[in-house]
C-alpha cells in the first residue's frame, strides 16, 4: 500500500508553501526483504497525479512539464537502469490529491562470478 508519510502538521516539514498552508515532505525508507532484495520507497504528500499521467510516467520524451522544461527522459532511463541493469522493478503508487510514492526492488546479488574468475586468474598466473 501507500507508504504514510504523516499529517501535515507535522513538527519537522521539509518545506512549507504558507498560501497552501501546508506542510510538504519527501521521505526516504528501506529495508529489506526476505527474498533477498533491497525496498526503497521516495514519497511524497504532494498532488499526487492522475492514472493517466501515472500510467505513462516510465515511457520516454514523457513529461508533464512546459515546453523547453524537461526531456521526459529521467524516469525512462531510472526504469532501464533498475529494470535492466540490476533485475530490479521500479514503479509508482499515486492517487491525485494524495501524494505518490515510488517504490524501487533491487536484487541483493553476491558477485560469484567475478570471485571465481578472478581465483581463475590467479591460478593462471601462479602456473605461468
Known sequence: G???IGDEDSSHPLFYLPF??????ISITTTTTEDN?????IAD???????EVRARLFDPF???KSIG???????SI?????????????????ESGKGAAFWIKIPIV???KNAESTALQEVLLAST
Open 78 to 94: 531510472s526504469y532501464q537502469v533498475i529494470v535492466d541493469k540490476h533485475a530490479g522493478e521500479l514503479w509508482c503508487e499515486s
Open 62 to 64: 514523457f513529461t508533464t
Open 110 to 112: 553476491f558477485e560469484q
Open 45 to 51: 504528500n504532494g498532488c499526487g497525479m492522475t492514472e
Open 2 to 4: 501507500m507508504l504514510d
Open 37 to 41: 532484495h533491497v525496498l526503497i520507497c
Open 20 to 25: 497552501t498552508k501546508r506542510h510538504y515532505r
Open 69 to 75: 522544461k524537461g526531456t521526459g527522459l529521467g524516469l
